[in-house]
C-alpha cells in the first residue's frame, strides 16, 4: 500500500513538471497555469500495471474491466462501488450511439425576451437494442459544450511525452505521461536486450521494474506539442456562420481527442437558420457520443440520461432517466410529528431517477447505489403540480415522495413518461387481479412439484450453485448447518453454510430474511443463525425482523414465507424450511445409526477411455452447438422398473472386469479410470413421476411378490442400514442421461437461446453427473446428524449453537418422520416471487438499516422478453400460476392488507367439481363464531351441502398430523401448548355447534360418504424393540379436480389466511396441459401438474412403491369404489396400530380417565412380537384415521394458570 501511495506521489510530482515546461514553452493563460494545481488534485491518476512477458517485454497498461455480455453490463455490475472505480464506463462495450437532433420547437416557458434560449430540440438515441428520447435546450447543448472545453482544458495541462531511439530498426521505448481514458489500454512496451544502457528521463519506480534500456542514443525527452501528434496551445476563432472552430499549434488528422464539428453560438433569432443549427448540433452531437472520453464525462451521461442502470442485463430496456431533487420523507414508517418536521425542515437533495418497466427509483449521485424504490402497486400515482418551480408527487402504497423539476418541460416529461410505463407494460401490478393478489396470472409458465424435503433440498442445492448474481433466502427457520445433500458422503460441500460461502467467494450477493423470534417463547435463535451467515462472507447479508418494540402489536405474528429464489429466475415456493428436521423421503425412517456396508459381490464393469469424464465431451458438443435442446430426446421411461447394469464401451476402450473390493470408491472424474453404473432408479428417486401404466406397474409388483426366488436387491432393506436413496433433478430420467441418449440417437436440436440458458444447461447437467456417479456403498453415515436427529413432541430444540451433538438419544427415542410439500417456477413466476422478496427487504431496511450502506436495496429485474430454458421445460410441467399472498403494513410495508391464499382457498372449494384433497399442518376454521374469522369450513359446508342435494359424487379427503408438533403430553402441565391447539383442532373439526362435522351431522345422516379425515403413522424396529411414531403432516397444500393446485406457507387458520397476522406466500396452479383420465367413472381430462402430484401421494400414502403392495386403481379419487377403499384401509391400519401399539391418540380415549386406562395396557408387541409383526405385515402403507373422538368428553382448553391461559386466543388460531 505505501508502494502504490509512493509511486502515485512520484508521478504527480512528474506530472508537474512536465506542465511548468509547457506552460512556459506553450503560452499557456493565466487562468489555465491557475487551475493547474486545483486539477491535479482532481485527477485521479490511474496506477499502472506492469506485467512481463516470457520475453522480459514488460507492459504498463491502465486496468480496464470489460463486461462479457455483447447487449448490456452484467446484473452484477449493480453491486460495485462508483468510489472504486476511477473511470466507469456505462455503454454497452463495442457497441456504437446514435443521436439524432431534430423538431426545434419554440419554448413557451421564457418570460421576456431571450435570444439564446428560445427552442427546445428533440434528440433521438439508439444504443445497441435500446431507444430513448430527450429533450434539450440550447442552452444544455452550450452547457456541454463548455463542460468540454473545461475537460479539455484540464487534460492539455498534462501533455504527453515520447521517447524513440535513432533508427527505423532499433528497439524503442513509447512512454506516456499523460492520462488516457480511451477505452483501449494505454501500453508502453519496453524491449530489452543483453546491451544496455541506463536511461536517466524514466521515472525511478519504472526503473526499479526495468532499468535497463536497448543500446542507442534516445532522443531526449520533449514537451509533446512538438511532436508530431501532441497538442499545442490551444485559440478560437468564430467563422461566418456562427460556430466556434478550434486550432492547436501542431493540429493532425489523427490527434488523440479527435477532431468536434463547429459549434453553434449565434442565437438563433432567424428562423431561417434554424434547421442549420439543428444540423450542426446535430453533427457535433453525434462527433461527441463516438469519443469514448467525451461520452464517457459526467456531463455527457446526464445530457442523455444515461447511468449504470441504463444498459444492465436483467434491468430491461432502457427508459426515462434523470438528476431531480426529492424531498425526504414521506415513508408510510414516518408518523404524526416527526413526519411534519421531517417534510418541512428537511433539505431537498439531488438524485439519479430511473424509470423502468414496473417500478421508479433513485440513487444517489456520487457512490450509484440504489437509496429507495418505489414498486408499481394498486395505489401507485402521479400527479403534477402548478408551482413556481414544477414538483411531481409520486405515491403508492409504501410511500409519497415530491420531487422538484427545473422547468416545466422536464416536470411535463416526467409525467408523461412515468404515466405511459404505468399503463404498459406496469398496469398488471394496478390493476384488480384475481384473488384480491398483487400478482396478475402468468400464462403458460413452468413449474414442478416436491414431495418431502430430500427432493426439495437437493434441487435448491442444485440451484443455488447454478447462481451467478443473487440469492434470496427467507425461512421462518434457518439452520446455517444442515446437510442438503444426503448422507454426507462429500464432506461439508453440501452443507448450507458451506454452499452459500462457495458462491459467495465466486461474486453471488445473498439476501437472507429471518424471522426475528420472542425469544421467551421460541428456541429457533435466529440471532446464531444471523452472525453464523454474516460471518462467512461480506456477500453474505442478514436482516432479521421483526423488531418487538412496545407498541408495535407484532409479539403475535411472524414472517411464515419459505422461499428460495436464484437469479429472480428460479423461484422455490412451499413450506419446508431450511432447519433442523425437515429432510425426509418416502420411507419416513423411525431410526438412524449410519452404517458403511459395501454390496453385494459381483462384477462391476470398469472402463478405460481416452476422454477423462463424460463432462468433456458434454462441453465439446455444447462448443459446437448454441444450446443443447432436448425436443427430440426420449423421454422419461414411463413404465417403473430395473435398469440393469450397462456396459458402455468405445472402440479404444478397454474393459475388464474387476473384484468391487478393488474398485475405489469415488473415483474421480479426473483420473482416466472412470466406473459407469446405472444404479436401479427407486420409483421415488425423482419428483416427476408418470403413472400411465399403474396395472402394469401393480401386477409387476404382485408377481415379484408371489415369485419363490427373489434377488437379493430385491429385498427390502433393514430401515437402519438403507441404502441411500437416489438423487435426482426433478424426474426419474435425470436430464444428463437424456443428453446422452440424445447424443447417441443424433438427435440434439440447436437452439438460439441466451447465455444465462447455456450455462443453466451445462452446470446442471454437470451437478447430475456428480450425483449419479455410484460409489459402489450402501448406507454411508447417518442421514441426521446433531440438532437434525429431532422428535418435536417428546423434546424441543435446546442448544442449537451446537450442531452436532445430540440432544435425543437416538437408542431409546424414535426420531419424527416429516411429510411436506413444495414447489419450483420459473420466469415470470420467479419474478413475482423474488418481487414479494424485494418489498420485504427494502421495508425492513427502511425500517431498520436506512443508513447501512453496506446492505443494499435491491431492485427487480424486468418481465420485458422473460422466457423458461428448455432444461427446465423438459423437466417440468406447463401450467398457469398466480402468486398469493398474506401481507399487511407490519409484514411488507405497505399501506394495504392482502388475503389472497384465502380467498383462492374459498374460490376453489366453492368452485370444486369432483373432489378436493388437503394436506395441512392446522384445521382451524369454524362456521358462525366471531375469534375464528376465516371461511374455509364454512366454503366446505356449503359444498358439501350442495352436492349433498343434487345427489353429486364429490369427495373431500383432509390429511392432518395426529397431534401437533409441540412438546409434552397430552394432560400434563408440560404438554399446555399441545393441548391448546388440540383444543382448537376438536373444535373445528367435531366438537361443538360451530365444527364442520357438527354442522353437516344437521343436514346429512352420513357425512362420512363425502368427507374423511385422516393421519399417518409408521413403525420400524429400534434397538430390537418394535415402535411406532406418527408422520407429522407439515404440509399446506389443496388439490382440486386434478386441475387446481395450491402449495404454499399457509395453515388452515386464522393466523396465516387472514393476512393482517402471518405473513405467507402461496402460488396457485391451474394445469395448461392435461391428459386421459377418468373422474366418476366417466372420461376425464386431468391436469398434469395436479394429477401427478396426487398420485404421488396416494402412492406414498398406501404404500403402493413397496414389495407386496396390492393393486389399488388410484385413477378416479371421486368414485364411491376408490372412497370406500381409502376409509377401509385407514380404518383398518388404525386397528393394527391401536392392536399393536395401544397408540395415543385414539377414539378408545374419549376422556382423560379412559385415556390412562388405555395406556396401562399391555401391548401386544411387548408379549407377543411374532403376532405383532404378522399383524404390521399386513398393513397398507402408512394411512390412518384422525381419531374424531379423543377425548371428546374432556375439556381441552388450557388452564388459566398457565402461560397458554393468559395468552390471547388469537395466538392459537
Not at 493547474?36 to 482532481?42: H, L, M, N, Q, Y
Not at 521494474?209 to 532522443?219: A, I, K, N, P, Q
Not at 432517466?321 to 414521506?330: D, F, I, Q, T, V
Amino acid at each position: 500500500m505505501q508502494a502504490d501511495v509512493l509511486k502515485q506521489a512520484v508521478v504527480k510530482r512528474i506530472i508537474h513538471v512536465f506542465a511548468q515546461g509547457v506552460c512556459c514553452q506553450t503560452g499557456m493563460l493565466d487562468w489555465q497555469i491557475a487551475l493547474f494545481d486545483k486539477v491535479s488534485e482532481e485527477l485521479s491518476v490511474q496506477m499502472l500495471q506492469i506485467e512481463m512477458s516470457n520475453e522480459a517485454k514488460p507492459t504498463i497498461q491502465y486496468v480496464v474491466d470489460r463486461p462479457a455480455d455483447k447487449w448490456s453490463h452484467s446484473f452484477r455490475s449493480l453491486y460495485e462501488n462508483l468510489q472504486d472505480k476511477q473511470n466507469p464506463d456505462y455503454f454497452i462495450p463495442s457497441t456504437p450511439i446514435f443521436a439524432k437532433v431534430s423538431r426545434a420547437e419554440e419554448d413557451g416557458t421564457n418570460r421576456g425576451y431571450n435570444p439564446f434560449h428560445v427552442s427546445v430540440y428533440t434528440v433521438e438515441l439508439e444504443h445497441g437494442n435500446h431507444y430513448w428520447t430527450v429533450h434539450r435546450r440550447f442552452r444544455d447543448f452550450f452547457s456541454l459544450h463548455n463542460h468540454i472545453l473545461l475537460y479539455k482544458a484540464k487534460r492539455n495541462l498534462i501533455p504527453r511525452r515520447k521517447a524513440t531511439t535513432v533508427g527505423e530498426s532499433e528497439n524503442k521505448l513509447v512512454w506516456t505521461s499523460g492520462i488516457n481514458q480511451t477505452d483501449q489500454p494505454a501500453q508502453v512496451n519496453v524491449l530489452c536486450s543483453r546491451e544496455t544502457i541506463q536511461d536517466p528521463g524514466l521515472p525511478q519506480w519504472i526503473g526499479k521494474r526495468c532499468s535497463t534500456l536497448t543500446h542507442g542514443t534516445l532522443e531526449k525527452l520533449r514537451p509533446e506539442s512538438q511532436s508530431s501528434d501532441g497538442f499545442g496551445s490551444v485559440g478560437h476563432s468564430i467563422d461566418s456562420a456562427g460556430s466556434i472552430s478550434h486550432r492547436s499549434s501542431n493540429s493532425s488528422s489523427n490527434d488523440y481527442d479527435g477532431d468536434l464539428p463547429p459549434f453553434p453560438v449565434w442565437p438563433n433569432i432567424f428562423h431561417d437558420r434554424s434547421d442549420q443549427r439543428t444540423e450542426k448540433l446535430n453533427r457535433y452531437l453525434n462527433a461527441v457520443l463516438q469519443n469514448v472520453e467525451y461520452r464517457n464525462l459526467k456531463e455527457t451521461r446526464e445530457f442523455i440520461e444515461v447511468s449504470r442502470f441504463s444498459f444492465v442485463s436483467g434491468l430491461g430496456l432502457k427508459r426515462k432517466e434523470g438528476m431531480l431533487k426529492k424531498r425526504p420523507g414521506g415513508r408510510q414508517a414516518y408518523g404524526g410529528v416527526v413526519r411534519c418536521c421531517t417534510e418541512m425542515f428537511a433539505s431537498w437533495r439531488y438524485r439519479w431517477f430511473l424509470l423502468k418497466d414496473t417500478y421508479l427509483a433513485y440513487a444517489d449521485p456520487e457512490r450509484g447505489d440504489v437509496r429507495a424504490v418505489m414498486l408499481f402497486d394498486p395505489g401507485f400515482h402521479v400527479k403534477l403540480e402548478e408551482r413556481k418551480r414544477p414538483r411531481l408527487t409520486v405515491e403508492n402504497l409504501s410511500r409519497t415522495l415530491v420531487i422538484k423539476c427545473k422547468t416545466k418541460e422536464d416536470a411535463v416529461a416526467w409525467e408523461r413518461a412515468i404515466s405511459a410505463t404505468v399503463k404498459y407494460p406496469g398496469s398488471e401490478f394496478l390493476q384488480s387481479n384475481a384473488h384480491g393478489s398483487t400478482f396478475p396470472i402468468r400464462i403458460n409458465t413452468y413449474g414442478m412439484w416436491f414431495v418431502d424435503g430430500k427432493d426439495f433440498m437437493e434441487n435448491v442445492a442444485n440451484m443455488i450453485e447454478l447462481a451467478e448474481e443473487e440469492i434470496f433466502i427467507t425461512d421462518w427457520w434457518l439452520s446455517p448447518e444442515i446437510y442438503l445433500k444426503r448422507p454426507a458422503i462429500e464432506g461439508r460441500r453440501w452443507r448450507l453454510d458451506e454452499l452459500l460461502k462457495r458462491k459467495a467467494e465466486q461474486g453471488v450477493h445473498i439476501y437472507v430474511l429471518l424471522y426475528k423470534e420472542v425469544q421467551i417463547a421460541l428456541g429457533i435463535k435466529s440471532l446464531y443463525s444471523k452472525r453464523r451467515l454474516k460471518e462467512l462472507h461480506p456477500n453474505i447479508h442478514v436482516l432479521r425482523h421483526p423488531d418487538h418494540l412496545p407498541g408495535s402489536g407484532v409479539f403475535l405474528w411472524a414472517h411464515h414465507e419459505k422461499i428460495v429464489v436464484i437469479d429472480q429466475n428460479i423461484a422455490f415456493v412451499g413450506g419446508i424450511d431450511l432447519c433442523y428436521g425437515r429432510w425426509d423421503d418416502s420411507e419416513h425412517r423411525l431410526t438412524d445409526f449410519g452404517s458403511v456396508t459395501f454390496a453385494a459381490k459381483k462384477t462391476t464393469t470398469i472402463i478405460e477411455t481416452d476422454d477423462k469424464s463424460i463432462l468433456s465431451a458434454f462441453r465439446s458438443v455444447s462448443r459446437m452447438l448454441p444450446v443443447v435442446s432436448m425436443r427430440g430426446a426420449s423421454e422419461e421411461v414411463n413404465n417403473i422398473g430395473e435398469l440393469d447394469n450397462v456396459e458402455v464401451a468405445q472402440t479404444s476402450s478397454v474393459m475388464r472386469d474387476v473384484d468391487p473390493t478393488q474398485a475405489q470408491p469415488g473415483v474421480t472424474t479426473s483420473e482416466t479410470v472412470i466406473r459407469l453404473r446405472f444404479k436401479r432408479p427407486s420409483i421415488f428417486s425423482s419428483s416427476r413421476f408418470h403413472f400411465q401404466n399403474i396395472s402394469d406397474l401393480m401386477a409387476k409388483y404382485k408377481k415379484r411378490a408371489e415369485s419363490k426366488s427373489e434377488s437379493e436387491s430385491d429385498r427390502k432393506p433393514d430401515s437402519t442400514n438403507a441404502p441411500a436413496p437416489k438423487r435426482s433433478v426433478f424426474m426419474k430420467m435425470h436430464p444428463w442421461q437424456k443428453l446422452r441418449r440424445a447424443l447417441k440417437e443424433g438427435s440434439l436440436k440447436p437452439e438460439e437461446f441466451d447465455e444465462a440458458a447455456k450455462y443453466y444447461e451445462e452446470r446442471l447437467a454437470t451437478l447430475q453427473q456428480e450425483d449419479d456417479l455410484d460409489s459402489g456403498l450402501l448406507g454411508g453415515g447417518k442421514y441426521w446428524i446433531g440438532k437434525d436427529y429431532v422428535n418435536f413432541i417428546f423434546k424441543d430444540f435446546t442448544a442449537i449453537d451446537l450442531p452436532y451433538n445430540d440432544f435425543i438419544d437416538r437408542r431409546e427415542t424414535p426420531r419424527m418422520p416429516w411429510h411436506d410439500i413444495a414447489s419450483v417456477f420459473f420466469s415470470t413466476v420467479a419474478r413475482d416471487v423474488g418481487r414479494h422478496f424485494i418489498e420485504r427487504w427494502n421495508a425492513c431496511k427502511t425500517e431498520k438499516n436506512k443508513y447501512d450502506k453496506k446492505l443494499p436495496y435491491l431492485i427487480p429485474k424486468t418481465y420485458e422478453r422473460t422466457r423458461v430454458p428448455q432444461m427446465f421445460r423438459n423437466i417440468s410441467h406447463k401450467c398457469h400460476v398466480q402468486v398469493l399472498r398474506s401481507a399487511c403494513p407490519w409484514s411488507v410495508g405497505n399501506n394495504m392488507m392482502e388475503a389472497s391464499i384465502h380467498r383462492a382457498y374459498v374460490g376453489l372449494i366453492e368452485n370444486a367439481k369432483h373432489y378436493i384433497y388437503i394436506e395441512n399442518q392446522f384445521f382451524v376454521t369454524m362456521l358462525n363464531r366471531t375469534d375464528v374469522q376465516n371461511s374455509i369450513a364454512k366454503a366446505l359446508y356449503d359444498r358439501i351441502v350442495q352436492a349433498h342435494k343434487k345427489n353429486e359424487a364429490f369427495r373431500v379427503y383432509v390429511l392432518l398430523p395426529l397431534l401437533p408438533g409441540f412438546e409434552g403430553q397430552v394432560g400434563t402441565t408440560g404438554g399446555s401448548a399441545l393441548q391448546a391447539v388440540l383444543y382448537w383442532t376438536y373444535q373445528s373439526l367435531s366438537k361443538g355447534p360451530h365444527s364442520l362435522l357438527g354442522n353437516l351431522s344437521r343436514d346429512i345422516e352420513d357425512p362420512s360418504q363425502y368427507i374423511v379425515f385422516c393421519s399417518l403413522r409408521t413403525h420400524d424396529v429400534l434397538m430390537g424393540k418394535m415402535v411406532t411414531e406418527l408422520i407429522y403432516i407439515h404440509s399446506k397444500l389443496m388439490i382440486v379436480d386434478d386441475r387446481w393446485t395450491i402449495i404454499g406457507s399457509a395453515n388452515i387458520n386464522d393466523r396465516s389466511m387472514l393476512g393482517k397476522r402471518d405473513s405467507e406466500v402461496a402460488v396457485l396452479v391451474e394445469d395448461a396441459e392435461y391428459e386421459r383420465s377418468v373422474m366418476n367413472g366417466e372420461d376425464y381430462f386431468a391436469g398434469k401438474f395436479a394429477r401427478s402430484l396426487r398420485q404421488r401421494l396416494f402412492f406414498e400414502h398406501l404404500g403402493l412403491y413397496k414389495q407386496n403392495a396390492p393393486i389399488i386403481d388410484i385413477s378416479d379419487p371421486s368414485s364411491e369404489r376408490f372412497f370406500s377403499l381409502w376409509k377401509g384401509i385407514a380404518r383398518k391400519n388404525t386397528d393394527i396400530y391401536e392392536k399393536v401399539f395401544c397408540c395415543i391418540p385414539t377414539d378408545e380415549a374419549q376422556t382423560f380417565e379412559q385415556m390412562k386406562q388405555y395406556k396401562g395396557r399391555l401391548r401386544l408387541c411387548d408379549y407377543d412380537e411374532a403376532s405383532a409383526k404378522a399383524l404390521l405385515d399386513d398393513l397398507t402403507g402408512n394411512l390412518v384415521l384422525f381419531p374424531l373422538r379423543f377425548l371428546y368428553h374432556s375439556d381441552l382448553s388450557p388452564s388459566h394458570m398457565t402461560k397458554e391461559g393468559l395468552a390471547p386466543t388469537s395466538l392459537f388460531t
